[in-house]
């Protein structure tokens, strides 16, 4: 289990993680997601004890961070931003120290270390200096080292940073296996990897805590939550037509691809009273369908949300 409680840290006038609290249980993998300088680094730092906070406190797995370094540190893998340092020395080695560091032996260790290797698939670099690497064979060495004596608690920070669309993908369907029986957080830019790995998420801006939910609670709180999306030859008549539903709120056409959104009013569900309406008045259409919600949208409004308010003030 990962635990804040009012975790702050400041750098001189910047306050930079500013009271942050929340509880990640065993089974769940937390995103972490804000704009640039939001504070996500930071507090995983502290989180994984790299870092003294400036008020607050981190527990992992029910260990305080700052009073229970070692323990704390035996029961996580810490991912951190960028690549492993040790750049001079060959993949192998790299692997092997982090494994004696970790107090592995015998045949616990070479198996620990196969398994990293095999998953992050680092057989064909062993022999290479880790300078020597690209981007995403340093960033599979980091997460190698992170994983290694199977901690309970892992956390990532932008784990799949300068990956590949291959590696991404095998790199999320790793956390997914891994979070069965971990804790994981996951910091991440990449809304797509909220869906394809989050089972919730925190979105911070300047140190706060703004939301803390599902991914689909998330998307419910889009404008695009349940509209309705085709294309279709005329759309200008498509237009007209759907504005005249009841439960229709408005209907934007995009300027660059000519699709049209019906929106609904508040808590009203579309679908069927759009098709029955295209059916009715004969409209040829393609591509119809129901829109979840859009995360991006939602991480813009709650982030610049935040911003227009603070310049303001
Ligand atoms: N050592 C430091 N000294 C002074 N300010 C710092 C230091 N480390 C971070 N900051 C500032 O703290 C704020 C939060 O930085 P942090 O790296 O945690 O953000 P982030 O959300 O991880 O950003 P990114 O997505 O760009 O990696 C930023 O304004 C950053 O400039």
Redesign the pocket.
Known sequence: MIETRELSKR?GS?T??DGISFKVEPGQVLGFL??????????MKMVAGFLTPTSGQALVCGFDVETHPIEAKQAMGYLP?GAPSYGEMTVADFLGFIADVRGLHGGVRTRQLDDAIGRLSLSGVLKQTIDTLSKGFRRRVGLAQAILHDPKVLILDEPTDGLDPNQKHEVRNLIKAMAKDKTIIV?T?ILEEVHAVCHRAIIIAK?KVLADDTPAALEGRSRYHRAVSLSADQPEVVKAALSQLKDVATVEIDPQDQRITAFPKKDRAIFEAVTECLKAQKIAFRELALEQGRLDEVFRTITQAETTVKEAA
């Open positions: 750098y910047l930079a993680v804000g704009p640039n300088g939001a504070g996500k680094s930071t507090t931003e910091s830019h140190g």
